[in-house]
């Protein structure tokens, strides 16, 4: 992730991970838990760290953008999208842009409309990302759950090829003897 980052430059990261990006992943099928165990994927804090904070905040304010273009309205006006793009990195910094990106796809599909219709602009928009978190964080404990039964079953299938019978156990007993 970080060798992608410092291989280019601040421009590229902006038109690599552009608003039309988010469509193309969600129909990839990824589920939000696949797209963010992604480790080649960089995170916010990574982007700013090898570029600034000001690139990162370019990038949300943009994606925020997007998503005001798609309300019809201009709900957003250039403080309040800024100050979107500020709270969205101090408090998602961990979150890889790929995460982001599908995120906003679904909130421009209306995904969490019904959760919070009662909240309106930046509050909006803060509180649908905090329901995104959790079912992301829920989906990737999902996935290790599965890895981790996966796991246990090939040891036992493991240890079923290498286990012996009690006749077998009691000839190799014999033979040590």
């Not at 280019?8 to 992943?25: M, R, S, W």
């Amino acid at each position: 992730m970080r060798k992608w980052l410092e291989a280019h430059t601040p421009e590229q990261f902006l038109k690599a991970y552009n608003p039309d990006l988010g469509g193309t992943i969600l129909q990839s099928g990824r589920t939000s838990g696949e797209v963010a165990r992604n480790e080649n994927i960089p995170t916010l804090a990574a982007a700013a760290q090898v570029y600034d904070e000001a690139t990162v905040l370019a990038w949300l304010s943009i994606e925020i953008d997007a998503v005001d273009a798609t309300q019809g309205a201009s709900s957003y006006n250039e403080i309040a999208r800024r100050d979107a793009a500020r709270l969205i990195f101090s408090r998602y910094a961990d979150l890889n842009v790929s995460e982001l990106l599908r995120f906003f796809t679904l909130y421009k599909l209306g995904e969490f409309h019904e959760q919070t219709s009662h909240v309106g602009g930046v509050q909006k928009l803060l509180l649908a990302l905090r329901l995104y978190r959790i079912r992301r964080d829920d989906d990737v404990r999902r996935i290790e759950r599965e890895e981790l039964t996966l796991a246990a079953a090939r040891e036992r299938e493991e240890w079923a090829a290498k286990a012996i019978s009690y006749d077998e156990y009691l000839k190799t007993k014999d033979v040590a003897d």
